[in-house]
Structures are given as C-alpha cells and as structure tokens.
C-alpha cells in the first residue's frame, strides 16, 4: 500500500465553482500534513500546511482527519489559474523525510 | 522563503554518458534533498545531502550512479551516473530552511536520454 494515496482526478470545473479532493495516508504516525501545487513541467510550490485544527487561505480551506487518517482540500470559486496539479505531502514523524501522493489534476474551464 | 537555482535547466544526454546537476541556495541550509519525478509519476527521494559527511540514499538507489556532494551549506552536486533511456527525468533538489518546516524546491532539471 502507498504512504500516501490521492484521487487522481482530473477534476474538470467551470470557473466560480468550488471543488475538493481528499488524500489518505497509511502511517498513523504521520506529523506534518502539507498542498503543494505543480504545474505542468514546473516544480511543486508550498500551496499551505495543513494544521490539526483545519486552515483556510483565501479561497483555500485544508482540513485534517487523523482519525481516518486522511487530508483534503477545498478550492471555492475557482479561478482559471487554479488549473495544476495538487500533490498531497505527508511528513514521518520519525525523520524528516517526505512521501507525496501522485497529485490530484483540477482543471478549471472558462 | 529561499531562491534555489539549479543548472542545467534541461538536457539532452548520450546513452552511457554522466551529467551533473548544480543545486545553489541563496541562504545557509542544514538539509538539502534530491529528487526524481518520473513523466506522469510523483516525487522520490534519491537521498538527503548531508554537509561534511556522505549522502544517506534511499533504498534502490546507490551512490554509484547517483554520488552527490556537499562541499558547504548553500551548494550541492548530483551527478547521473551511465545515463540510460530510464534515467530521463525531472531531478529536484530542495531544502528545508527550518527543521520542522516545509521544503522548497529548485525550479528543476529536465534530463533526457536518447
């Protein structure tokens, strides 16, 4: 089993709407929860942590279960720009290595 | 945050030939990390770039053809060792600027072997 699993989508949504997509994990030690965002042929960029108590950036909310072991993230009125590729990134406690999920495509369509 | 440049930006490689990647920070760091993104897959630790002493790999990967260097705290080599077609990747490297805090990726480097 993966460390750490995502929906691979792609999610195809007009502009304005919101979307959202989970990530699981498998090490119910797991300390740090992370969004990164690739865009295509790019590297990954720091989209937010994800904290215990569930966070919001902006347009942004990032929510964390550690009883279910999972993460998501919520995009509301999706602007074209969104369009990339989530990566769901999970830090062990035990060392300060990561595991990334394979990301969740978003494409948003005018 | 941190600016990490990485040189080359991209190539293109001779089966059984080496290149080595340039990873350069603007600031002092503890960890520097490599990794390899495969077309259509997600990110793998190669190993962490340890200052002053050997890199620590990860499993299936060996210092024979991946040997990294880490002459000081804000520069580190990877170098692609007898490349083959399979080799033809995104190689990352990034740095944790705090313990505890997220990475920062270089912007990449796009190697492909014909």
Redesign the interface.
Known sequence: RKEVEQDPGPFNVPEGATVAFNCTYSNSASQ?F?WYRQDC??????LM?VYSSGNEDGRFTAQLNRASQYISLLIRDSKLSDSATY?C?VRRSND???S????TTVTVRA | SAVISQKPSRDICQRGTSLTIQCQVDSQVTMMFWYRQQPGQSLTLIATANQGSEATYESGFVIDKFPISRPNLTFSTLTVSNMSPEDSSIYLCSVELREGQPQHFGDGTRLSIL
Not at chain 1, 41 to 46: D, V
Not at chain 1, 100 to 103: D, L, P, S, T, W
Request: aromatic share 16%; no cysteine.
């Open positions: 740090s992370f042929r790019k590297e990954p960029k720091l942590s990566l990134v300060y290595k990561l990334f999920g394979a990301g």
